[in-house]
């Protein structure tokens, strides 16, 4: 807050202790945002420091030491081995994949899993989605502060034991499917989670404790995943298959990539950079997908921001949370970058950068600008329906010109789902998978044909 500012009478009433002012005048502020910005236009802010520890190498002296198990990521789940931050290999299983979903994107986005399911069918990915999944919990614990790390923990390992059983619906052997974790809040939590947990004892003996009272130990063990994955490091390593399945040419189409905080920030050790992205200087994922389908991907000023979203910023300064959104990140991408589209890769930016625009109306300064997932970009490209998978309809910005600018007829894709809303309310359903395996694996799990006939 400039000296300026302050005399105006504004001020900022965060969490913790009050914003002071910082006695800049308007010039001398504005110099300090412009070294601000030249310093993180690489990523110096994240590997200048001292050189963290890899939370694999206590893992594997835990399990050694008889502590934990590792589910691992075995030759059966065809890995692909990217690089993180530090040059560190990571295996991202490509197939036998245990969808992890995000209640916010179920809820709120429901174009978000669809499009990754719809990809995974086209590619014929072996994968399982189960009912049996529970919430992260970490907007509960960023938002209100009410959670606390044991809950946080016994959540994490309670739903990783759960894809580690789940095959057993199926008669097959545990650790048959590996875990994809589809929300960044989730994939950021769970990462940190998990260094908590090797990292101290006192932590792994009282989760140990509820974990065994619920039926989630392997051999009065505590399962620790081998590899934390998020569904943008599938797409990522995916993409050239996924190149194979476009249908439209989206080399008009200028995108800016909103990276999420929680995927790139938080443990960033763990995030996959590729020297063919932006000569490695960002985050891989999501920018590698869109180069390789052939969108422009063009550069801005305010990329490395928080969408504003913040947790505690949606439930108590929600105007802040509107007007950062707006102001650091859709005008900049609309008025510096003349993008057609924002790409994102986390259900709350997704959320906060779709559904907070229609307040730039507020000062007489409207701005527009369609956002969406990776996945449902690349999904549109690849042929999906636009309303029965995309589910732009669900959007609060406008998508209409982005669909023309692909050459879609929106119009005609519009009343064609019209048509097959009346086949729903007929109750002539669609799935995208096969809605028997739904039934739950873990404890107290019946075999399929003993739980049908009690059903029935």
Not at 172 to 196: A, M, Q
Not at 252 to 263: E, G, N, S
Not at 365 to 372: H, T
Request: charged residues 25%; neutral net charge; proline residues 4%.
């Amino acid at each position: 807050m400039t000296s300026d500012e302050q005399a105006a009478g504004g001020r900022f009433t965060g969490h913790g202790p009050e914003w002071r002012s910082s006695g800049l005048n308007a010039q001398d502020a504005r110099t300090a945002t412009v070294w601000v910005e030249q310093i993180i236009d690489r990523r110096a802010m994240l590997t200048g420091k001292d050189r963290v520890a890899d939370v694999r190498d206590a893992m594997w002296e835990l399990e050694k030491d008889g502590q934990i198990v590792v589910h691992r990521v075995t030759e059966a789940h065809k890995p692909v081995v990217v690089r993180t931050l530090y040059g560190w290999e990571k295996q991202i299983p490509t197939v036998r994949l245990w969808h992890h979903k995000s209640c916010g994107q179920c809820g709120n986005i429901p174009g978000y899993p669809a499009s990754l399911l719809w990809l995974m069918n086209r590619l014929g990915t072996e994968y399982l989605d189960e009912t049996d999944q529970t919430s992260c919990t970490a907007w509960n614990y960023h938002g209100s502060g009410i959670g606390n790390i044991e809950s946080l923990a016994a959540v994490f390992l309670r739903n990783f034991h759960q894809a580690y059983v789940a095959a057993k619906a199926q008669g097959l052997p545990d650790g048959y499917y590996y875990p994809l974790v589809h929300c960044g809040t989730s994939f950021g939590n769970y990462k940190e989670v998990r260094g908590y947990l090797l990292q101290s004892a006192k932590l792994r003996e009282r989760v140990r404790q509820i974990l065994g009272k619920l039926g989630r130990l392997v051999d009065g063990k505590l399962l620790i995943p081998e590899e934390i994955v998020h569904y943008s490091e599938w797409l990522h390593v995916m993409r050239d298959e996924i190149k194979n399945l476009q249908t439209i040419d989206c080399s008009r189409i200028r995108a800016t990539i909103h990276p999420a905080c929680h995927v790139y920030k938080m443990v960033p050790e763990d995030v996959v950079y590729d020297d063919k992205v932006l000569d490695g200087n960002r985050v891989a994922v999501s920018t590698g997908l869109m180069q390789t389908l052939g969108a422009q991907v063009v550069d801005y000023k305010t990329w490395y921001d928080c969408c504003g979203f913040g947790f505690r910023h949606i439930i108590s300064e929600r105007e802040f949370t509107r007007s950062f959104a707006i102001d650091r990140k859709i005008r900049v991408a609309v008025e510096e970058a003349r993008a057609d589209v924002m790409i994102g890769h986390d259900t709350g930016c997704i959320t906060t950068l779709d559904k907070n625009q229609w307040i730039s109306k507020a000062d007489g300064r409207p701005v527009s600008l369609p956002v969406l997932a990776d996945c449902q970009f690349a999904a549109l490209v690849c042929g999906a329906h636009p309303y029965k998978i995309v589910q732009s309809h669900w959007h609060a910005s406008p998508t209409e010109a982005l669909m023309e600018k692909l050459g879609i007829d929106w119009q005609a894709r519009k009343a064609e789902f019209e048509e097959y809303l009346k086949e729903v309310a007929a109750g002539r359903l669609e799935t995208l998978y096969d809605p028997s395996r739904k039934i739950t694996s873990g404890p107290g799990f019946k075999p399929r044909a003993q739980a049908a006939g009690q059903a029935g």
